[in-house]
């Protein structure tokens, strides 16, 4: 890596469930003259001690030194979201991005809580029935139980390549995946229908339709 003039890297921390351990990893990402890509682990090692910004900070530093890598060829390091790790980039001056899989979780579960917040909203200002139907609330609750389907199966069982296959295998787990979407999409076209069909060709009040139709498409849209 001598010759690179800028280097990305990646590097997470994690303790392990079945040892009282934890491990920081750093590995490393760049295009050498020929234009190849290359990507190597530099480090994985044991971090004892609590995971302080301080003690993350200088473990990253004496990384880089070890390896010989000035901050200087550094171009970004991509990190989680944790408060310790920001701050510990920050000590340490190294440029950091968050990471998209880290992110995506938080948005994730932003938008199915404001699903249901919206929901809970619309259900308090307009109590009566006249206003808002009771049975309108089920397709936010078809909705919310085909996120927790769907969510239940990773991309390994659908694929078969995991340790374990389930209860029944991938054929099911495949099946079980279909029918969450399945219900997420006939949540989402009856929110639809209850917005056209019960509020805007009687020319009613949206809100409520909209509370309806809005709180199946943040769940929709959190998959």
Not at 37 to 60: I, K, R
Not at 108 to 114: D, R
Request: hydrophobic residues 50%; charged residues 15%.
């Amino acid at each position: 890596m001598d010759n690179v003039t800028s280097i990305s890297f990646t590097s997470d921390i994690w303790s392990s469930s079945a040892c009282p351990m934890s491990m920081l990893s750093l590995t490393a990402h760049f295009i050498d003259q020929d234009f190849k890509q290359h990507n190597v682990v530099l480090q994985c090692q044991e971090f004892p001690g609590s995971h302080t910004a301080e003690a993350l900070a200088a473990a990253f530093r004496e990384m880089f030194r070890s390896w010989g890598i000035p901050t200087e060829k550094v171009h970004v390091i991509l990190r989680d979201n944790a408060k310790n790790m920001v701050k510990a980039m920050k000590d340490a001056d190294l440029p950091s991005l968050p990471c998209m899989a880290h992110t995506l979780p938080l948005v994730v579960a932003e938008g199915f809580f404001t699903g249901w917040w919206i929901m809970i909203d619309a259900a308090v200002t307009y109590p009566s029935q006249e206003q808002m139907e009771h049975a309108f609330h089920t397709c936010g609750v078809f909705s919310t139980i085909a996120f927790f389907m769907i969510n239940a199966v990773s991309n390994g069982q659908v694929r078969g390549d995991t340790y374990v296959e389930g209860c029944l295998g991938r054929t099911g787990a495949r099946l079980w995946l279909f029918i969450g979407f399945m219900m997420m999409f006939g949540s989402l076209i009856a929110s639809i229908w209850i917005l056209f069909g019960g509020y805007v060709v009687p020319k009613k009040e949206v809100a409520p339709g909209l509370a309806v139709f809005f709180q199946n498409a943040f769940i929709f849209f959190s998959i």
